[in-house]
């Protein structure tokens, strides 16, 4: 059967990289929105693509109707930046948080489907040496570090969308990616002080000659995913062969790329030798240290392992990723160290 989508935040990292992989790979039909379409080239002149430039806090009315037109929807609209949960936590829990309670109630309402994407912040710092969706616990730090607001706000957004599921009022799915890299995340051509995440910095840096930093060391450690990887289960769980992926929460992220911060620097910098425009820049910047007060303020608080169990993915959607670091890496540098 053929499928209407909806993607709120259909220009964002994986909206843009999901809305081609749809036309290329299904005959689904795409309706987005964002506040812009750059990223959005290639799906351009596609029939199945429609796209309306708006906000989803102001347009509610154009919401409401196509929750009511589509099939499925995706509200990936949310700020994803350790930065802006620090700088400004009450900007994430309006977004993160009260905006997508408001689309998941029309979902509720319209009786439509609704992938949700959680996050494996939502974890915290739990102590466990593998994540597993159903049985891990969570564990976010004290009031005083805003760094977990972003993690609050999806964790009850998972809870209330389950709610309504266990009541029989809403068909849903949890994804909850795990590092997801690729092209389109940030642009480090536009760098703003430490508000890109932390592989657009480290190539911001390397395109401007600066150092690469390391917060409190670098040695925290993060699975690191292809973009592709993620969206390969993500239009598994659209497709929901079976109702395989009904009502169930999906870790996708890639246990074999497990990787400090620190070692994550050292490949990129070694890898942007390779690059003859950026070789000068790369031979003079150094790997330092700082603290994590000096770089993102006294509310930043870390976690230091981030592995997941991914044996629903694998069980219930035969998805398996693919993709080491190096691969990924290289293909992120060939984006922007090649243009």
């Known amino acids: 059967m053929s499928l209407k989508v909806l993607i709120l935040g259909i220009n964002g990292f994986i909206g843009a990289t999901l809305a081609p992989a749809i036309l290329k790979n299904t005959d689904w039909e795409i309706y987005g ?36 037109k589509c099939d499925v929807v995706l509200p990936l609209v949310a700020i ?3 930065a802006i949960y620090v700088s400004d936590p009450l900007r994430i829990f309006e977004l993160d948080f ?33 994540f597993n ?36 009022q809403l ?23 430490n508000s890109s995440r932390v592989v657009s910095k480290f190539v911001g840096n390397i395109i401007y000659g600066k150092d690469l930093e390391l917060v409190d060391g670098g ?6 995913t292809h973009i592709d990887d993620g969206i390969e289960g993500l239009l598994k769980i659209i497709a929901n062969k079976d109702g395989s992926a009904d009502g169930r929460i999906f870790n996708l992220g890639n246990p074999l790329n497990n990787y400090s911060i620190a070692e994550l620097a050292e490949k990129i910098l070694s890898l942007a030798h390779k690059y003859p425009k950026y070789r000068a ?59």
């Open 219 to 224: 040695g925290q450690r993060r699975c690191f």
């Open 281 to 339: 820049n790369a031979e003079k910047i150094k790997i330092v240290s700082t603290s994590s007060g000096q770089y993102y303020g006294a509310g930043y608080q870390d976690l230091q392992n981030r592995v997941p169990s991914i044996e629903n993915a694998r069980k219930y959607l035969g998805w398996q990723p693919k993709y080491d670091l190096d691969t990924i890496l290289k293909d992120v540098l060939d984006y922007h160290l090649v243009r």
């Open 33 to 68: 929105m964002d506040f812009a379409q750059n990223k959005l080239q290639s799906c351009q002149g596609s029939e199945r693509f429609n796209f309306t430039e708006g906000d989803i806090t102001i347009n509610k009315e154009w919401v409401n109707y196509h929750v009511k």
């Open 133 to 168: 969706e159903e049985t891990s616990p969570f564990m976010q730090g004290p009031i005083n570090k805003p760094r977990w607001i972003y993690s609050c706000c999806k964790q009850l957004m998972d809870r209330v969308i389950y709610a309504y599921g266990a009541r029989g």
């Open 98 to 130: 009260e905006a997508n309670l408001e689309v998941v109630r029309e979902c509720v309402k319209y009786n439509k489907r609704v992938i949700f994407p959680s996050t494996s912040e939502v974890y915290g710092m739990s102590p466990e040496a593998e």
């Open 80 to 82: 994803a930046n350790p």
């Open 171 to 193: 068909n849903f799915t949890l994804f909850r990616p795990f590092n997801w890299l690729g092209a389109l995340q940030d642009d480090p051509h536009d760098l703003k002080t």
